[in-house]
C-alpha cells in the first residue's frame, strides 16, 4: 500500500476505527478496580459492574452466579463486539481480524485435541472453547490421528492451513507433540502475521511490529522457561522460537543453549528492552510473576496504540486490552468467591 | 403568580423519617413530586449502600415481569395499559407479590420448557418422515443396484470391483441418514471426502419445504443426505463428521417392511403429539392471559418501589437508627405540603412517632424551579437549551413568549404565510390531547413541543405582514392607496408651471419607461394608508430601495429599545441580589454609554421622519454621515439636523467617554475601598447570608445532636466567609474583561441586529421569485389550456411555498430569533449558571413497558 494512510483510511475503516475509540473509552478505569475489590461477594461485582458500560449483562443470569458464568457473559460480550467489527470491516481489515481470530483457533484447535486425547466428549470442551476462534470444522478436530491427516482433512481449508507448512510430520498425537504442534503452529501464525503487517506498510507496521515482536520475544522466553527439566532436546527446541522478534537471531540462539532462569536472564540483558522487565519480576517468594510483567508491559504497548491514527492496530489493541480487562475481572472475582483476600491486588491495572 | 419573572424561594430541609415509615412516606412524596433529594453518601458505592438489598429484589422482580412480558408478546396476546397509575406497593404486599410472581415464572418456566421439548419433539419426528420419504428416491436406486453386489459380480464390471472385494473380506455396508443445514451441504461433502478418501457415497437431495431447526427455532432450508459406506473404522468418522456439521441423524431403515412400519409409528405418534401440543399451549395462553391482566399494574409498581429505595439509599441514618435523615431541597411554597404528605405517610403506615421535618440553614446555592404551564414550557425551554437561570435571578422566558414571535416575524412577516403558520399551530393547539400526537415521531413531536410558540409565531408573523403589506409577496389594497396618479395629470397648472413640476402629459408617458410619482405636486399623495405600507409600492421600482431603508431603521431601533431593555433587567438583579454598588458602577455607565451613542442615532432618525416632509426632502442631510461626524469632528461646518447639534453631540461624546473608564474601574476600586476600609454599609452581603440569618433561630430547635452539626456547619460558614479572598487583581480583570465585552458589543450586536432586515428582505425576495417564475408564467397562457396548467402551477407552488417559505425559511429565521435572544439580549443580564429543580416524581417515570422493560 502507498504512503500517506491518512488520505484514504477514513474512506474504508474511519467508522470502524471511530467505533472502537469509543469501545476503548469504555474500559473499567482504576477507580472501578478500586470499588470492584471493595466488593464482598460476586452479586457486588454484578451490581458494580452494572454501572459501567458492561450494563446488565448478567441480568438474565439466574442465580447462584457463578465465576464462570461472569466470564462466559463477558466473552460473549467481547465477541459479540468483534463480530460487528468484523462484519463491517473491508479488506485488508478484514485479513487483518482473520489473523486475528487464529490464534484462538490454533487455542481451540489444540484444546479440543488435547480433549479427544483424555477422551472427554466434544460438547463438554466446546464449552471451553474461545468463542473468538470458533469455526466449524473445529469439531472434527478429533479425527485426525496424525498432523498431516489433521491438515488434509480438517483445517485444509481454514485460514490455519497455510502455518501447517512446518508440522507435516506421521508422528501420532501424544500430548508433548500436541504441545510442539501449538509451537510450531504459532511459530508460523506470528510469522506470517509479521509479514502481513510489514506488507502492510503505514502506521500499520510502525504499531503492529512492535508488538508482534514483542509477543513472539515473549513465546521464546516463556517456551524456553517451560522447557527446563522436560525431554525437550535444545535444537528442538530453538526450531519452536518465533523468527520475527527482536531477539532474532543471536539471542534465540543463546536461548537455545539456557539451561536455567539465570541463564535466561542474561541472555535478556543484552536487549534494552527486556532488561528492566526481568529486573522487575521478583525472585520466588512475592513480587510479581515473569508472566504478569510481560503482560504489564503488552498493556504499556498496547494503550500506546492508541496514540496514533489511521491504523489497524487499534483493533487488535482493544481486544487484547479487553482480553486483559476480562482476566482482571476473572482475578478479583475468584479472589472474592474464594475469600482469598491477599492476593486480590495483583490485577494488571490497564492504564 | 408572578413565580415566571424568578425562580422560586427554595429552602433546604430536613427529614426525620422514622424507619418503618419511610418507605409511604416517600411513596406519599415521589406521587405528589414536591422534593429533590441531595445525595448524603456520595463516596458510598453503590453495592454498599443501605437498601441495596432491596433494590437487588426489585431487580429481580423486574426480571420476571421483564420475562413475562416478554413471553406474553410471544404469545400475541394484547398488554392492557391501566389508565390511572397504582400507587407503590405497600410493603406488606411486596412479599405477597413476589411469591405470586414467582411462582408464575416458575409455572411459565415449566410450561414453557414443556412446550419446547414437545415442540422439538415434533420437529425431530416430522423431519424423520420428511427424510423417510425422500431417502425413498435414493432407495430404489439402490435396489437397482442391490443384486450386484449381493452376489458375486461378474468380474468385467470395474467399476464395482471394490465393493466385491470389500463384500468378500466380510465387511458391512453401513448407511447414515439424516439433515442438514443447506448452508453446510458442500463443506460437508468436501470434508466427508477428504476424511474417508472417498470411500463413502453421498447423495442428497433438497427437502421442498424450509423447517424450523428444533434447537434456534429458525426456519431454514434442509438437505436430506444418505451416505453409504464400508467398514467399521469408516463409520465412525463419518459419524463424527455428521456430529460436527450438526446434522440431525436419524436410523435408517434397511427393508422396505421396516421402513414402512417406521413411517406408520411416526404417523401415529405425530398425531398425539399434536393434540398434546395443542392442549399444552392452549394452558400457556390461560396463565399468560391471567398474568397479561395485572403485568402492567406490577411494572408500574416495581418501578416506583425501585425509585423509592435509591432515594431511601441517599438518605443518612442517626445515630440511634431510628430514623433516616433525609436532606430535600423545597420550593418554600410547598412546605405545607411537604408536611401534609408526610402526615399521611405517617397515618399510613400507622407509626406512633409521626415522620416530621426541619428547615435548616445553608448557605449553598439552591437549584432553581420555574413553574411552567403548557403555554410558556416552550418558552421556558428555549432560555434552558441556553443555560439554566441562577437561582432568584430574572427569568429571559417572562418577555421572550412576546419578544422572540415578535422579532421571529420581524423577518418572517407575511400575512399569507404567517395565517398558514397559525392554522397549523392551532389545529395542534385543538387537537393537543389527541393520543396520536402525544406519541409522534421525533420531529412532529418538536412542533408539537412547540405548538404554542408556532401559534404566536404566526400570529405575530399576520401582524407584520399586515405592516409590510405582504401576502404571498402580493400587496392588499385594504383601505385604497394614498396616493392618486391621475393627479399628476393635472390640467390646472399651465405647460411651464408643468415642467417645473414634473407632471405627466401624454407624449412623458408614452416615452418613458418609468414615471414618477411626485407627493410635493398636491393632491398625489393624499396622506398615509392607514396600516402599514401603502400598496401602491408593489408597483413601483424603487420598492426595494424604499423598503430597505425602512426596515434597515427599524431593525436598528427595534435592537436597541431591545438591548437597553436588557441592560436594565440588569438592574433588577443588582436589586435583588442587594448589590446596589452594581447599579451605580456598571449599570448605569452601561446604559449611558449604550444611550449617548446608539439612543441618539435612534433620537435622529425618528427626528428626521417627523421633520422633514417631501418639501424639504432635497435638503435632508443624510443620518449615516452625521452619525459619523459626531465622532470625527470635521473641520468643516454642515448643516445639521437641528441647530446646536454639535454642542449636544460633543456633551453626549463627552458622557460615553467618561462612562468608559467608571465601566472599566469603579467595580474594582469600590470593592478595593470596602475590602480595605471594611466600612459597615452592609451592601457586600450577598442575598444567602441574610437567608441564613433569619432562620438561625430555627436551628435552636433542632435536636441536641443537630444543633452541634448545625453550629459547626454555621461556624465553618463564617469561616469560609472570612477565608474568602479578596483577589483586586482578579476581580479587576473580570471586570476589564466584561467592560471590553460590553462596548465592543454594543456596536457589534447592534449591526447584528441587521439580520433582522436581511432576513425580513431574503424572505420577501424569495416569495416573490417563486410567484414570479410559478403563478406569473401559469398565468400568462391563455384560457383553454391555462386552466390545464394553473393546477399543477399551483400545486407546485402551494408545494415550494410550504418547504421552501414556511418550514426552511421559517427554521432560519427561528434561529435567528434564538441567536438574538441569547447573545444580544441575554447576555446583557442574565447568567444562567444554575441547575435544574429535579423532583423526585413518580411522574416521570416513564409509564410504558417497552422502554426499558422487555
Known sequence: MLEGAEFYFNVDHGYLEGLVRGCKASLLTQQDY??????????????????TDY?????????????????????KKLCREFEYFRNHSLEPLSTFFTYMTCSYMIDNVILLMNGALQKKSVKEILVKCHPLGRFTEMEAVNIAETPSDLFNAVLVETPLAPFFQDCMSENTLDELNIELLRNKLYKSYLEAFYKFCKNHGDVTAEIMCPILEFEADRRAFIITLNSFGTELSKDDRETLYPTCGKLYPEGLRLLAQAEDFDQMRRVADHYGVYKPLFEAVGDGSGGKTLEDVFYEREVQMNVLAFNRQFHYGVFYAYTKLKEQEMRNIVWIAECISQRHRTKINSYIPIL | MGSLFRSETMCLAQLFLQSGTAYECLSALGEKGLVQFRDLNQNVSSFQRKFVGEVKRCEELERILAYLVQEINRADIPLPEGETSPPAPPLKQVLEMQEQLQKLEVELREVTKNKEKLRKNLLELIEYTHMLRVTKTFVKRNVEFEPTYEEFPPLENDSLLDYSCMQRLGAKLGFVSGLINQGKVEAFEKMLWRVCKGYTIVTYAELDEPLEDPETGEVIKWYVFLISFWGEQIGHKVKKICDCYHCHVYPYPNTAEERKEIQEGLNTRIQDLYTVLHKTEDYLRQVLCKAAES????????????????????????????????EVWCPEADLHELRRALEEGSRESGATIPSFMNTIPTKETPPTLIRTNKFTEGFQNIVDAYGVGSYREVNPALFTIITFPFLFAVMFGDFGHGFVMFLFALLLVLNENHPRLNQSQEIMRMFFNGRYILLLMGLFSVYTGLIYNDCFSKSVNLFGSGWSVSAMYSSSHTPAEQKKMGLWNDSIVRHNRVLQLDPSVPGVFQGPYPLGIDPIWNLATNRLTFLNSFKMKMSVILG??????????????????RKKFNIYLVSVPELLFMLCIFGYLIFMIVYKWLVYSAETSRVAPSILIEFINMFLFPASETNGLYSGQERVQRLLLAVTALSVPVLFLGKPLFLLWLHNGRSCFGVSRSGYTLVRKDSEEEVSLLGSQDIEEGNNQIEDGYREMMCEEFNFGEILMTQVIHSIEYCLGCISNTASYLRLWALSLAHAQLSDVLWTMLVRVGLRVDTTYGVLLLLPVIALFAVLTIFILLIMEGLSAFLHAIRLHWVE?????????????????????SSKFSDDVA
Open chain 1, 34 to 51: 478500586i470499588n470492584l475489590v471493595q466488593c464482598e461477594t460476586l452479586e457486588d461485582v454484578k451490581i458494580h459492574l452494572q454501572t
Open chain 1, 55 to 75: 450494563g446488565n449483562f448478567l441480568a438474565n443470569q439466574t442465580n447462584p452466579l457463578t465465576v464462570s458464568k461472569i466470564d462466559m457473559e463477558m466473552r
Open chain 2, 295 to 326: 403485568v402492567y399494574s406490577h411494572v408500574i409498581q416495581v418501578k416506583k418501589m425501585k425509585a423509592i429505595y435509591h432515594m431511601l439509599n441517599m438518605c443518612s441514618f442517626d445515630v440511634t437508627n431510628k430514623c433516616l435523615i433525609a
Open chain 2, 560 to 577: 436597541i429599545i431591545h438591548m437597553t431593555f436588557g441592560v436594565i433587567l440588569g438592574i433588577f438583579n443588582h436589586l435583588h441580589f
Open chain 2, 825 to 845: 439580549f441575554q447576555n446583557k443580564f442574565y447568567v444562567g449558571a444554575g441547575t435544574k429543580f429535579v423532583p423526585f416524581s413518580f411522574r416521570l417515570l
